[in-house]
């Protein structure tokens, strides 16, 4: 097991409230644009985009880039 998804690496993760919205948000299992996930947060495209990394090595969430998003 990789130092990334030990369990201390995802309760960390999770354990930030935008990180854990942005996880409620893909719970329905549906890709969703950085758009779309940054619509109603008090966030930039950028700062959104840090917490999905974060969220991606932790092993939480998975990312696939189309065009520009």
């Known amino acids: 097991m ?3 998804h030990e369990p201390a690496a995802v309760f ?3 354990g930030d409230a935008t990180r854990l919205e942005l ?3 893909l719970s329905d299992g549906q ?3 950085i758009v779309q996930l940054t619509d109603g947060l008090r966030l930039t495209r950028q700062g959104v985009t840090k917490h999905l990394n974060l ?3 932790a092993g939480v969430v998975s990312c696939e880039r189309f ?3």
Do not use: I, M, N
Request: glycine share 6%; hydrophobic share 40%; proline share 0%.
């Open 2 to 4: 990789s130092s990334a």
């Open 23 to 25: 996880v409620a948000r």
């Open 67 to 69: 065009g520009r998003e």
């Open 31 to 33: 890709q969703q644009s």
């Open 55 to 57: 969220l991606k090595e």
């Open 12 to 14: 960390a993760a999770l």
